[in-house]
């Protein structure tokens, strides 16, 4: 499997995934400046990759900058990387959780200091793999066997630091001795279930087919889904979950149909400073990627168009939120609060 | 507005609705066979519209035929024909009444046969198009003032004779005097939504904006949407609606949100012989369709694809089905019937 992100003596390495699956080419950040170009045009995408590359954005721009004024220059490269997209939170807590690392080791020599935000970025990376290889084995448990597994646009290891969150408890499913196959929604405008998600699993040797996303509510009405697993790209303390656009769709499908509704996140994902998803900013984003696919046209010029890249699913279609800490059900305002007091 | 199919002295004309909106082309179909192969490929499509394709289908293979072997020549033609596409009931509707006019006229010398067959199908495109304008009279006054009116696939000019059931609707609340603007999805894999819905609307100047599928639940959501509206490919006795994949999803999505679904189609679009759209056969159409976007791969190669063309909307998400001959209601078993048997 390829690498999603990765520190190295060049800059910060990622494959872009705004290339894939016909071109597999690397897009190395040898700035800060570049780390935010790569969040803004989804070179790298995922909530929990994002906030990977958002600490070793704020690393490399530190390990860039003039010793003598770093407290400015650190709120300058924090604020161009929180700028760039509006929705994920794991950007922001990537970048506060850097913020506090920087504070705390103020006092450090420059190079020390700068190699412990290094180190602390690097960091990130391996304990979010970690993470997702606990909310697989927390989740495997809950996909039924012998049936399809449902699942909206990439919540694999490239929306991460590697195995993935949603499909992560597919692959600890299928490690774990199910028979199961995958339905993956193309998720237009970007395809990132078609390029994605389908590139990634049958790298795997999982049996993976895609479909449309207008199509998912028809097989979920069919009866052979087992259940729905999704990422997330924020979710607030009442348990409304903010995910690519669609998701709200599938989870009114799902619940219409008896279906299970899975939302596999790390708890770095949960917001609890928001009481409900409503009071979550939604990014809109440009109409090309609407009117046009890979560069050809789709709809006649000047074809006005909505965009918004992300929906809120309330917390009433969520059946289960599977963290690396366990499984939270409702009244989730309580049992998310109590999985982030667990020490 | 373009002309969607014309008999013409060189043959069956129709825009080639494969290549809208980028490329405005003809395709003319020289005998049965071309029409055949146009319904299959989809250069015409919408249940109405391969209605009138398939009677001219039938009326230029009687023109072209051996006068001395017509029976067996009007089988052939119509089964070939009538294989084209499973779901659209019109296709087999437009073949039954060509047929039936041709036993009602068989005692005619060959040339007048002939000449009552050609006819006949440009009587059935004409009264299309009056029947759309009657489906808009019937459909104005339900669709809501100062709201946005959510439809899926295309059900306009395009997949009819002319004026469209779903966007004849639209326009004829246009007419009356409601401020209104179309949503439109785009419709996946074929798109015709991007190009077909969005085209035709901003030709006659009606406000529409693209959106793609999985963001039609976000907007149902939101409460901007007045109602839906879409047409149908055949509608059991019991009101069961076979249309466009994705049409179920969208009347889930309106029903959980309390806006009204409508379905705008002419009495040739049921079927009483069905008594449940379990019935209904649905197409599953070819891998490449969703593979690939304008011959553009959006996938990796070789991804095994599932790709029904059409879903069954249960009766119960439909708020009304609008005819030419006034608005049926639940329950559909009686208020259908009730219609149909209107002299």
Redo the contacts between chains.
């Keep these: 499997m390829i690498e999603t992100i990765q520190w190295t003596g060049e800059g910060v390495v990622m494959i872009d995934q705004t290339l894939l ?2 071109q597999q080419e690397f897009f190395t950040c040898r700035d800060y400046k570049d780390v935010a170009h790569a969040i803004r045009t989804m070179v790298i995408r995922g909530a929990p990759a994002i906030g990977v590359a958002a600490a070793m954005g704020v690393a490399i721009g530190i390990a860039q900058a003039d010793p003598e004024n770093l407290d400015a220059q650190l709120a300058v490269i924090s604020a161009e990387l929180a700028g760039t997209r509006p929705t994920a939170v794991n950007l922001f807590w990537a970048i506060d959780r850097m913020n506090r690392v920087y504070r705390e080791h103020r006092h450090l020599a420059y190079e020390a200091l700068r190699d412990r935000l290094i180190a602390e970025a690097q960091l990130v990376r391996v304990e979010d793999i970690a993470i997702n290889t606990a909310i697989g084995r927390h989740g495997a448990p809950l996909v039924p066997d012998h049936k399809t597994v449902l699942t ?1 646009c990439n919540a694999g290891a490239l929306a991460t630091a590697g195995y993935g969150t949603a499909l992560g408890v597919i692959r600890a499913a299928v490690e774990s001795g199910k028979t199961i196959d995958v ?1 993956a ?5 970007f ?1 990132q279930g ?2 994605l998600t ?2 990634e699993l ?1 790298q795997d040797g999982i ?13 979920l ?1 069919s009866g052979q889904i087992g259940c729905v697993v999704v990422g997330a790209d924020r979710i607030a303390a009442n348990g409304d979950v903010a995910n690519k ?2 998701t ?2 599938v989870a ?2 799902a619940k ?1 149909n008896n279906v299970p509704f899975y939302v596999a996140a790390p708890l770095s994902t949960l917001d609890l400073t928001l009481s409900t998803g409503d009071q979550i900013p939604i990014e809109e984003r440009a109409a090309i990627e ?2 046009h ?2 560069g ?5 010029h000047d ?6 890249a992300f ?1 809120v699913t309330p917390n009433r279609y969520v059946t289960a939120i599977i963290t690396e800490r366990g499984v939270a059900r409702a009244p989730y305002i309580e049992s998310l609060r109590a999985l982030m007091e667990i020490k």
Tied chains: 1, 2.
């Design positions: 699956p016909n909206h339905f929604d193309e998720t237009r405008p395809l078609a390029r389908v590139w049958q049996d993976v087919k895609l479909i449309t996303d207008n199509m998912a509510g028809h097989f009405h656009i669609g709200y769709s009114v499908l219409e609407v009117t696919v890979f050809v046209p789709v709809a006649p074809t006005e168009v909505r965009n918004p929906d």
